[in-house]
């Protein structure tokens, strides 16, 4: 019988991984339309290799000038082009839009020891945090302050561990480490910050994840489940195997009020160790990223940086039973507002949440997210799952 059902299971891969075979020439065809240009192979791969934590080599911008003319003139439209970068990146996507915010503001946010990685992040992270930081680098330096300022360039090596929102397509969430790389640098009329993500090692498992309102809040469940929770691939263990992110923020001394952002990026997931990745999803996720950032960057009711640490400070006092009784009170909240939707996992949630000890079991990263997420969601007007009196009384100067 286990024989039999391993064959049928077999079978159904090969059928799954025939689709997508056939998808993906759809999708290739579709993206070949826009194509990104020979030239920039070179500043591309360079940058790759700087983002190596073993590289002892100083940083190097003149070997970026073909790269940054290109990002000079590229559309900041919201528009992604697909291409070839180098046999390593493959398939590579760009992605270019411009927000309006200087580049001292979205530091302010996006590297402040005091508020967690994951701020500009929220709809696409579940969680992140500095493990380590390279011994020439053993601290983030003030850089929204400095960035205006620059003599030298400014580099950061460290680790960084990230959990990711649930896709939306698949719904399997991973976890993993990255080598982050940062370098600020003048060139010309500009100021550039470079952010670069380098994932060597495999993530963790592939888990069960739900999206429940992408659009309007970023309300998610973590089932903790191996499996992809689409496809009728429940069975499968899935890992995202490698990839590379490199986002560009780029500030014009003529237009201090807005900023450039370009991001390339290329990853590698699936399972057997076959990639099913293609561009279309990396050029899907990209767009829901800027979406994401614009909620929030551009957002008129976003508190200072202060304000933000203040809450934050609040949350990593609480104790793990307050914490926990915070996470019951949201998750409860999920099954009263979304409780009756086709995508909610009713029967998990009885046997998990209601009857079983879910919550207990979940890190504290895990259970401050929750809170900080909500705690976002509030000020930003992004509708909040909880009710004044429960998840969010801390706000409001209550004991939680």
């Known amino acids: 019988m286990r024989r039999r059902r391993q064959s049928i ?4 891969l090969v059928m799954v991984t025939t689709l997508v075979a056939m998808l993906a020439i759809v999708c290739g065809a579709n ?34 000038e073909k790269l940054i003319t290109f990002l000079l003139n590229a559309k900041a439209d919201g528009v ?19 927000v309006k915010r200087s580049l001292p503001f979205i530091l302010a946010y996006a590297h402040n020891p005091g508020i967690p990685p994951q701020m500009l992040t929220l709809g696409t ?45 698949s719904g399997a969430y991973y976890s993993y480490d990255l080598q982050r790389t940062l370098v600020g640098f003048r060139h010309g009329a500009h100021t550039f910050w470079v952010s670069m993500s380098r994932q060597n090692d495999a993530s963790d498992v592939g888990r069960k994840g739900y999206v429940m309102d992408d659009r309007n809040a970023w309300h998610y469940i973590y089932s903790a489940e191996k499996g992809i929770r689409k496809l009728g691939l429940g069975w499968v263990d899935s890992y995202m195997y490698e990839g590379f992110s490199c ?36 050029r899907e996720g990209l767009e829901r990223y800027e979406e994401n950032l614009r909620r929030i960057l551009e957002n008129p009711d976003l508190p200072p ?79 909040p799952v909880t009710a004044p009196d429960g998840l969010l009384a801390w706000l409001h100067g209550a004991e939680p």
């Open 9 to 12: 299971e077999w079978l159904f």
């Open 125 to 169: 992270v579940r969680f992140a945090s500095w493990k380590a930081f390279d011994e020439h680098y053993p601290n983030r330096p003030d850089i929204a302050a400095r960035i205006n300022h620059l003599d030298a360039p400014i580099i950061i090596r460290g680790l960084e561990h990230e959990e990711i929102a649930p896709d939306p397509e």
């Open 31 to 64: 993206a070949g339309s826009k194509t990104l240009p020979a030239d920039i192979d070179s500043g591309l791969g360079y940058l790759y290799e700087f983002s190596d934590p073993q590289t002892t080599a100083p940083f190097e911008a003149p070997r970026l």
């Open 247 to 282: 986002s560009i923020f780029i500030q014009s001394d003529a237009q201090p009020d807005q900023v450039k952002i370009a991001i390339f990026k290329w990853l590698r997931a699936g399972w057997n160790g076959i990639n099913f990745v293609k561009y279309k999803h990396i």
């Open 305 to 383: 940086p202060s304000e933000i640490e203040a809450a934050q400070r609040r949350i990593a006092d609480l104790d793990m039973e307050t914490l926990q009784r915070l996470n019951r009170d949201y998750l409860l909240a999920l099954d009263q507002r979304y409780g009756r939707t086709n995508d909610f996992p009713r029967r998990w949630f009885k046997r998990e949440v209601v009857a079983g000890s879910y919550v207990d079991q979940l890190s504290r990263p895990q259970l401050e997210s929750v809170v900080f997420l909500e705690y976002m969601n509030s000020v930003l007007g992004m509708h």
């Open 80 to 98: 992604s082009s697909a291409g070839h970068a180098g046999a390593f990146l493959d398939p590579l996507a760009f992605h270019a839009f411009t």
